[in-house]
């Protein structure tokens, strides 16, 4: 080698060596970006979760009511008499919620049938679930 190409070489490696070598990576902006958008994704996901959960206890909630309404009306079928009209309250447990109600009982053109809806209700006193039938005279 020459002097010249040896001082060129030596020149180019050390400009090489205190040259900042090249960073590849993300800026904060673009970091903090992607953490914003990674939390309201994540918030969204946690929001759909507990409506899912909501539901899922409410369903068992009306589903509970309606099976007490069953089990009054199919015990007024059962007890083969024929009611009378007026409105009688009534008591249920189904899973380990205690529900309160009432029957209506009301008069139809044919005087042979009743019609009876049985409104179920939660402690609040929201109805749940309203069940009717029509009893015949036995």
Known sequence: ????????????????????PSCRGFTLVEVLVALAIT??????????????????QRLAEVTAAH???????????????FPGTGETDFSCAQLGHEYRGQLRTQATPNPNFHRVDALVMNADGQVMATLSTVLGRY
């Open 67 to 81: 099976w007490c309404a069953d089990n009054v009306l199919v015990g007024l079928r059962l007890a083969k008499q």
């Open 1 to 20: 080698m020459t002097a010249t190409a040896t001082a060129t070489a030596s020149a180019t490696a050390t400009a090489t060596a205190t040259a900042k």
């Open 39 to 56: 939390a309201v994704a994540l918030g969204a996901g946690l929001k759909a979760a507990a409506a899912l959960t909501d539901n899922a």
